[in-house]
């Protein structure tokens, strides 16, 4: 068996965490977002036990999908400060 780390970001699931500053990086989003003081993102990330055979590159992306959700394994919720507000920069 091994682990396979997977990121979701607004409905997209990646093998690789998506790009934010660590100097972004807050504890908790709840605190800041139930009282409406920050913007802040979520970023999911599944660790999954898979078989050493497993290849993420044969799975469709619902497979995918599917495989984060019904998963019984640990997941971490990493929250950052969005800055840019939702426009990318070049």
């Not at 078989?51 to 995918?64: A, Q």
């Amino acid at each position: 068996m091994k682990s396979l780390h997977l990121f979701k970001f607004k409905g997209d699931i990646t093998t690789k965490m998506p790009f934010f500053n660590e100097k972004y990086r807050i504890n908790s989003g709840k605190a800041f977002t139930s009282k409406g003081i920050l913007k802040t993102e979520k970023i999911t990330e599944f660790i999954i036990e898979v078989s050493d055979t497993f290849n993420i590159k044969n799975c469709r992306r619902d497979e995918i999908s599917e495989l984060c959700e019904n998963s019984d394994s640990d997941f971490i919720e990493h929250y950052f400060i969005n800055i840019f507000d939702n426009y990318d920069l070049l």
